[in-house]
Structure formats: structure tokens, C-alpha cells
T-cell receptor, first 114, second 112 residues
Framework: AQKVTQAQTEISVVEKEDVTLDCVYETRDTTYYLFWYKQPPSGELVFLIRRNSFDEQNEISGRYSWNFQKSTSSFNFTITASQVVDSAVYFC???????????FGTGTRLQVFP | DGGITQSPKYLFRKEGQNVTLSCEQNLNHDAMYWYRQDPGQGLRLIYYSQIVNDFQKGDIAEGYSVSREKKESFPLTVTSAQKNPTAFYLCASQVQGGYGYTFGSGTRLTVV
């Protein structure tokens, strides 16, 4: 089965706190792609990162960082020093090899309070 | 600027009516997708098309229909057979090869 699990339905933090959003995936493919998208209140999903299954290097982009661990089938997303503008729903997604169809998790709603 | 345009942003439908949601892209992407989003359920795939004049059912195709007569356009019709159509509908496109989707801004459909 191909599946993405985001166990955290909602997270609330105060500005400047660090927060980690969890993502666990299931696939039998050895080649696949993982993504994170942000959905602000406006509704449009915004691409954050793409990672292929052969690249386990962690990535940092400003206050955002991603930890990809194939051993635990996880692709977690950390926001450092969170800001109110980070408030959104965040989706993790899996693109199994040769399907070109994204399988989404149910999303994690992050609320950052001032 | 390249992107995906969905219209209308808000749509109200009476019981028993068919309605069509528009999705147009100028990204020259081959593949296009329709997703439905309900609170707490993430995104569910309705239909997708990887080439003009061809499309496949997704996980929840019942009560919906699509066409792909042009590369740029992938309209979705919500028919009267769809029992619970109130939802947020998102259109997406991508270049094939695992590069991820570009999304439109969505259409919020409400049955009145």
C-alpha cells in the first residue's frame, strides 16, 4: 500500500518557538519522491520542497529544514523561530515511481500565536 | 506569468444542477489533476489526465466528469449524481517526471 501519515492534526505554538511537523510514508518502490506543501488561508497550495528517494541529505532553507530518514520512512519538517506568517496547513506528499500522482497526507494545521 | 487559473473562486449550486469548474494552465504541462478537499480529510484525487483526449478516474470519480480537449484546459463537471458536492476543489498540473504539482487557487463549491 502507498500511504502518507501526518499524525499531528493541529499544532499551536507561540512565535519564536521551533516546531516539527511529522510525516511517515509507506511505499514498496525504491524510487519515489517526497514533497511538502504549504496551504495558507487563501487556499492555494505552495510548493516547499521535493526530495528523491536516493538523496537522504538533510536540507535547510532559511528557517525551514527537512530531515529525510529512509530507515524510519519519515520526512519531517522543522520550522525554526516560527512566525505568525507560518500559520497554515502543511501537507506531506508521496509520488511513487512512474505514477506521477501525488498521495497526500491529511495535513497538519499550524497556528503560530504572537 | 505562468500559472494555473481556476474559476470561479466561489460557486453556489442548487440541488439537482450540474456545474462546471474551469481550470486553465499556461505552463505547457502535460498532466493535469483535480482534487477535492474536505476538512480533516486532506486531498482526494477525482480525475487526472496525462495527455490530451485521455483521462483516468481517481479515487472518488463518482458523480464527476471531465474533458481534456486542449492541453491548457481541464474542466470538471460536478453532476447531480454527486451526493455531497460541497467542498473545496483544487486543480493542479505538472511536467511529468516527479517534479511535483503547481496548484490553482481553488474553487469553493456550496450546494444551497
Amino acid at each position: 500500500a502507498q500511504k502518507v501519515t501526518q499524525a499531528q492534526t493541529e499544532i499551536s505554538v507561540v512565535e519564536k518557538e521551533d516546531v516539527t511537523l511529522d510525516c511517515v510514508y509507506e511505499t514498496r518502490d525504491t524510487t519515489y519522491y517526497l514533497f511538502w506543501y504549504k496551504q495558507p488561508p487563501s487556499g492555494e497550495l505552495v510548493f516547499l520542497i521535493r526530495r528523491n528517494s536516493f538523496d537522504e541529505q538533510n536540507e535547510i532553507s532559511g528557517r525551514y529544514s527537512w530531515n529525510f530518514q529512509k530507515s524510519t520512512s519519515s520526512f519531517n519538517f522543522t520550522i525554526t523561530a516560527s512566525q505568525v506568517v507560518d500559520s497554515a496547513v502543511y501537507f506531506c506528499a508521496l509520488d511513487p515511481y512512474n505514477t506521477d500522482k501525488l498521495i497526500f497526507g491529511t495535513g497538519t494545521r499550524l497556528q503560530v500565536f504572537p | 506569468d505562468g500559472g494555473i487559473t481556476q474559476s470561479p473562486k466561489y460557486l453556489f449550486r442548487k440541488e439537482g444542477q450540474n456545474v462546471t469548474l474551469s481550470c486553465e494552465q499556461n505552463l505547457n504541462h502535460d498532466a493535469m489533476y483535480w482534487y477535492r478537499q474536505d476538512p480533516g480529510q486532506g486531498l482526494r484525487l477525482i480525475y487526472y489526465s496525462q495527455i490530451v483526449n485521455d483521462f483516468q478516474k481517481g479515487d472518488i470519480a463518482e458523480g464527476y466528469s471531465v474533458s481534456r480537449e486542449k492541453k491548457e484546459s481541464f474542466p470538471l463537471t460536478v453532476t447531480s449524481a454527486q451526493k455531497n458536492p460541497t467542498a473545496f476543489y483544487l486543480c493542479a498540473s505538472q511536467v511529468q517526471g516527479g517534479y511535483g504539482y503547481t496548484f490553482g487557487s481553488g474553487t469553493r463549491l456550496t450546494v444551497v
